[in-house]
């Protein structure tokens, strides 16, 4: 039975899908929900470059930026959970590797499932199922749902 769901967000489009799948799990078998953002610097780095059309490279994404950016992502994540009809989620900021903040949050929140989009805004390293959705894959004590 899945009781604790939690969700890795980035902002991408594969994590709002898996953010509304885990949406349809959650209320299908009445549990709770759990959303994770981590940022990184590169991921803020990438979305400074496009919007200003410069490069602006990881150096110059700040701690200030990385917060008010994650703060951004969470609000939005938060805001998809409850059109999907999620009201009582909880959105946690973590800070470093997004696969060992996946892997920590899941064992304190004793998560039955943790679902994740298979490619976000990570590396080239994940370019095929995406470094953080493999990585959680990988390292999980709970099952994994990974949505394309």
């Known amino acids: 039975m899945i009781k604790s769901i939690l969700v890795g967000f980035d902002g991408s489009e594969p994590s709002e899908r898996a953010l509304k799948m885990a949406c349809e ?32 490279g990881p150096n110059a994404a700040h701690q200030e930026l990385l917060r ?8 939005r994540a938060k805001a998809l959970a409850e059109e999907c009809g999620q009201k009582d989620v ?13 892997i ?18 990570g590396d080239l390293r994940g370019l095929f199922l995406g470094s953080t959705s493999h990585g959680v894959s990988r390292r999980a004590t709970c099952a994994c749902l990974t949505v394309p």
């Open 90 to 102: 909880e959105v946690h900021i973590g800070h470093g590797d997004p696969v060992d903040d996946l």
């Open 104 to 121: 920590t949050r899941a064992e304190t929140a004793k998560a039955d499932l943790i679902v994740t989009g298979r490619r976000g805004l």
């Open 68 to 75: 008010e950016a994650a703060e951004k992502i969470g609000a």
């Open 25 to 56: 799990m959650a209320k299908k078998f009445g549990a709770t929900m759990q959303i994770s953002h981590t940022p990184k610097d590169e991921t803020v780095a990438f979305a400074a470059e496009a919007i200003s059309g410069f490069y602006v």
